[in-house]
């Protein structure tokens, strides 16, 4: 399985990282580009995932009054809810292999850069054998982890007179803000869920939604707590990707939940 898990996933990125490392001789700049190709090329397994969400949130109020309907016939619920899909050309189901093959591919691009940015010892005798026979790294190969002011393969954190511990860099807090905009641009589908789960008896679809509207504020919060352990090109790995995501799902389903903050600043510019 791991021979597998290498052949089409790991080595493939982990070279293609060095290959633009060597193409562009700045390791931070190679994040970037790798990230963003490799998210475009997800596209058609992004996007009808994010059209699906969209769909659903549309037929909640349907479902509300179709588990009104038969709130004591479990086998003719699930019979109505059904037909409710197959109308509307909405399948639940279909959104889990493409989540499957995203998060597979994201875990091969974290070992990937995270066995350039946390490697010990001679980068270059520990990578070769991993790489395929044109990409290896000649043997006075120099890597430079400097982005800006990052070093790549250090936490973005910045010391600060006064304070016991590092505060979280320029680049971790961006990250947190770009998650947390890309979870409100989310938040209309959680809401139309939050609405069926209180229209409908029942605990399961309360904890759900319970589970999701915390999600929805803590992983920005648990991506900063993380960032400020893991090397800052993990970071700024993160950035892009979730720079990426929101252009897709606004591509796909447009401002969500951030329309109406939107409006609130265009109000104020014009007063």
């Known amino acids: 399985m791991s021979q597998l898990w290498n052949l089409l996933l790991y080595h493939p990125l982990l070279n293609a990282l060095v290959g633009l490392a060597h193409f562009t001789g700045d390791l ?42 038969h709130k004591d016939d479990k086998q003719a619920l699930l019979k109505a809810q059904t037909e409710l899909y197959k109308s509307h050309g909405a399948n639940p189901a279909s959104g889990c292999l493409p989540q499957i093959i995203q998060l597979l591919v994201l875990i091969a691009l974290f070992n990937a850069f995270n066995s350039v940015l946390r490697g010990n010892g001679d980068l270059v005798n520990r990578l070769n054998p991993l790489l395929y026979s044109f990409n290896t790294l000649p043997s006075n190969f120099n890597l430079s982890t400097k982005f800006f002011y990052l070093d790549l393969s250090k936490p973005d954190t910045q010391a600060v007179p006064g304070f016991p511990f590092p505060l979280p860099g320029i680049f971790l807090l961006i990250t947190g803000l770009v998650q947390l905009l890309q979870s409100k641009m989310m938040a209309p589908v959680v809401s139309a869920e939050e609405k069926l789960a209180k229209k409908t008896p029942g605990e399961s679809d309360d904890a759900m939604v319970a589970a999701q509207q915390q999600m929805l504020y803590m992983f920005p919060i648990m991506t900063v707590i993380f960032g400020y352990q893991f090397p800052s090109g993990l970071v700024l790995y993160w950035l ?20 109406p903050w939107l409006q609130k600043v265009n109000l104020l510019k014009s007063s």
Not at 32 to 58: C, E, F, N, Q, Y
Not at 240 to 259: D, E, I, P
């Open 28 to 69: 931070g700049w190679s994040i970037i580009l790798l990230t963003v190709v490799l998210r475009l090329a997800m596209t058609p397994l992004v996007l009808p995932s994010l059209r699906l969400s969209k769909k659903m949130a549309d037929l909640a109020p349907e479902l509300a009054k179709l588990k009104e309907v």
């Open 240 to 259: 892009v990707f979730s720079l990426v995501s929101m252009f897709q799902q606004y591509y796909a389903t447009g401002w969500g939940g951030l329309k």
